[in-house]
C-alpha cells in the first residue's frame, strides 16, 4: 500500500544494467510491476536498439512507436536525432508533458506501466549508421505526468557502450543485474568503479570534439550528473550453492547484492511465448527489493550506506 515512503521514488530515473541475457528486461518488467503495485506511476523506457519482447512482456495490446520517429530519425539519414558521443546538446522536447505526446508513442499495460520505446535498429536497413540517437533520447527523455512525477525505470542494451556514452549522468540509480556468471560479476564491479570514477569528477573523452563549446557543455554535464550510485539485483539464481558462491565473490569486491531472484522457469516459458511475464514465484523478493531502493533512494547514499535489510 502506498505510504510516505512510496514518494520518494517519484521523479527517479533508474537503469538496467548488464551483461547479454542476464535478466535486465526481466528484472525491468517486473519491478515496473512491483512498482505499479504500490501505487507509483511508473515508465518503462524501452533503451535497447535491438531487442524486442519488452511490449509482449509487460502485456500491451499494441506496441508503441519508437519516439525516435517522434524526434525527426538518425542524423545519419538526415534526420534530428545525433549521437550524444559527437553532439551532446540535450534532446530538444525530451522534457514532454504524455499529453503533448502523441497516443502512437506510448502504451498502457492492463496495471497501468506506461511504455515507450526509444527506437530500433532492426528496420534501419545496412548502414543505417550507429545507435547513438537512440541513446541521446534514453539519455534525455522525461515524460511530465499532471498529478506526480513517475519513477522512471531504462532497460538499457547489454554491456557498456550506453553508459559509455554518457547516459549515466540522466540517471539517479544504476542497478546492475548480475546473472550467475563470472563476466556478469566483472560487469557489476567494472560499473560500480565507473560511477565512482564519474562522482569522483572524471570528466569524458573529448579529443574527437572539435569545438570547445561542446566539450565545455559535455564536462558541465558531467559534473553536475545526480547519479546517487549503483545497486545490484542478482538474477536466474537456482540453488542455495549458486547464491553462496556469487555472493561471496562480489563480497570480496565489497559489493552487498539488494535482492536475490530465483530462477523462475515460468519466466523463460513466458519469454519463450511472447507473453505476459508473472512475478508470482518472487513477489516478496521484489516487494522487498523496492522498500530497499525506496529507503536508499531519498539521500544520497554512500555505497557503504547501501545495505539490503537483515533477512
Ligand atoms: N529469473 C529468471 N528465471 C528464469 N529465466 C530467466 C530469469 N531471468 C531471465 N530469464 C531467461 O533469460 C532470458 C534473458 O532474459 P532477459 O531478456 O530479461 O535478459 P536481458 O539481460 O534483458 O537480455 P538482453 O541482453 O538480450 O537484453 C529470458 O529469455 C529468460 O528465458
Ligand atoms: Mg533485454
Given amino acids: 500500500m502506498p505510504d510516505k515512503l512510496v514518494k520518494r521514488l517519484n521523479g527517479k530515473r ?3 544494467f548488464g551483461k547479454g541475457g542476464c535478466g535486465k528486461s526481466t528484472v525491468a518488467v517486473l519491478l515496473a510491476k512491483t512498482l505499479r503495485n504500490r501505487g507509483y506511476d511508473v515508465c518503462l523506457l524501452d533503451a535497447d536498439s535491438t531487442n524486442v519482447g519488452l511490449s509482449e ?5 499494441k506496441a508503441p512507436k519508437p519516439l525516435l520517429d517522434y524526434y525527426g530519425g538518425m542524423v545519419f539519414s538526415g534526420g534530428s536525432v545525433t549521437c550524444p558521443v559527437d553532439d551532446p546538446t540535450p534532446l530538444v522536447g525530451a522534457h514532454i508533458s504524455i499529453d503533448d505526446l502523441p497516443n502512437v508513442y506510448q502504451s498502457d499495460t492492463p496495471e497501468g506501466i506506461h511504455l515507450f520505446i526509444a527506437g530500433k535498429m532492426g528496420d534501419k ?19 511530465r505526468f499532471i498529478d506526480e512525477s513517475p519513477v522512471t525505470l531504462v532497460d538499457y542494451k547489454a554491456g557498456f ?8 549522468i540522466s540517471l539517479d540509480w544504476i542497478i546492475v543485474v548480475i546473472d550467475p556468471t563470472s563476466a556478469a560479476i566483472q560487469m557489476a564491479i567494472n560499473m560500480r568503479d565507473m560511477v565512482d570514477q564519474l562522482k569522483a569528477g572524471r ?3 573529448t579529443a574527437h570534439l572539435e569545438h570547445p563549446d561542446l566539450v565545455k557543455l559535455v564536462n558541465r ?7 546517487k550510485g549503483v545497486l545490484f539485483i542478482m538474477n536466474r539464481v537456482r540453488d542455495e550453492e549458486t547464491e553462496w558462491y556469487v555472493r561471496h565473490t562480489l563480497a570480496d569486491h565489497g559489493i552487498e547484492p539488494i535482492g536475490v531472484i530465483q530462477d523462475d522457469p515460468s519466466l523463460s516459458m513466458a519469454w519463450l511465448k511472447g507473453a505476459p511475464l508473472v512475478e508470482a514465484a518472487n513477489t516478496h523478493e521484489l516487494e ?3 522498500e530497499t531502493l525506496e529507503k536508499v533512494a531519498g539521500r544520497i547514499a554512500t555505497r557503504a550506506e547501501i545495505k539490503p535489510e537483515a533477512s
Avoid at 57 to 61: I, K, N, P, Q, R
Avoid at 125 to 143: E, Q
Avoid at 221 to 227: H, I, K, S, T
Fill in 14 to 16: 533508474l537503469g538496467i
Fill in 57 to 61: 512482456a509487460l502485456g500491451v495490446d
Fill in 125 to 143: 536497413g545496412p548502414g543505417a549508421g550507429c545507435d547513438g540517437p537512440i541513446a541521446k533520447i534514453a539519455r534525455d527523455f522525461r515524460p
Fill in 161 to 168: 557502450e550506453d553508459s559509455a556514452r554518457g547516459n549515466i
Fill in 203 to 205: 570528466l569524458p573523452a
Fill in 221 to 227: 554535464l558531467y559534473r553536475e550528473a545526480e547519479v
Fill in 288 to 290: 522487498r527489493i523496492v
